[in-house]
T-cell receptor, first 108, second 114 residues
Framework: QKEVEQDPGPLSVPEGAIVSLNCTYS??????FMWYRQYSRKGPELLMY????GNKEDGRFTAQVDKSSKYISLFIRDSQPSDSATYLC????????FGAGTTVTVRA | NAGVTQTPKFRVLKTGQSMTLLCAQD?????MYWYRQDPGMGLRLIHY???????AKGEVPDGYNVSRLKKQNFLLGLESAAPSQTSVYFC?????????????FGPGTRLTVL
């Protein structure tokens, strides 16, 4: 069983829709939870990170962590075609573990 | 400020051939990493370095070697390439290895082994 499970999608939504992405994990030692965004044929770049449980909001993006359920989510409000990318969750105790990534397409 | 750069961008090898991938960073980061990315597998750590002259094994180190002779450079070597090493390789760097610290990634090298 992988330490981090992420549905690879793909996910296709119309412009303006809410995109919901999630990951589950098995290692209760994870303390830092991150979302990286990867555009096609580019390297990943950090989008958001959260420490321990709770919510964090940054513009149209909201990250949620529920450590009791070992479940994290990323919501994208008012999605735009420029949000089309692969989103990777990542988690860390002393090393970073990545999910497989979910490919999102926002249709204009 | 170029960030993290990787050379080459693409390469096709025949089984048994060798090659070296070069990663360079200009952010004065101590930590550097080599990952491979395969469909459905996410990013998997091959080797990493915590400073000049040091290297350590990651999750999938077999078939690869690395060297960090200069702080800004991290080399990944394939001594005898196999088709299972067909992948996209990413180099990354960070200022430390704390869980909250961002890793900065290069643009990737697409390697095909025939």
């Amino acid at each position: 069983q992988k330490e981090v499970e992420q549905d690879p999608g793909p996910l296709s939504v119309p412009e303006g829709a809410i995109v919901s992405l999630n990951c589950t994990y098995s290692n209760s030692a994870f303390q830092y939870f991150m979302w990286y965004r990867q555009y096609s044929r580019k390297g990943p770049e950090l989008l958001m990170y959260t420490y321990s449980s709770g919510n964090k909001e940054d513009g149209r993006f909201t990250a949620q962590v529920d450590k009791s359920s070992k479940y994290i989510s990323l919501f994208i409000r008012d999605s735009q075609p420029s949000d089309s990318a692969t989103y990777l969750c990542a988690m860390s105790d002393y090393k970073l573990s990545f999910g497989a990534g979910t490919t999102v397409t926002v249709r204009a | 400020n170029a960030g993290v750069t990787q050379t080459p961008k693409f390469r096709v090898l025949k089984t048994g051939q060798s090659m070296t991938l070069l990663c360079a960073q200009d952010m004065n980061h101590e930590y550097m990493y080599w990952y491979r990315q395969d469909p459905g597998m996410g990013l998997r750590l091959i080797h990493y370095s915590v400073g000049e002259g040091t290297t350590a094994k990651g999750e999938v180190p077999d078939g690869y070697n690395v060297s960090r002779l200069k702080k800004q450079n991290f080399l990944l070597g394939l001594e005898s390439a196999a088709p299972s090493q067909t992948s996209v390789y990413f180099c990354a760097s960070s200022r430390s290895r704390g869980g909250e610290v961002e890793q900065f990634f290069g643009p990737g090298t697409r390697l095909t082994v025939l």
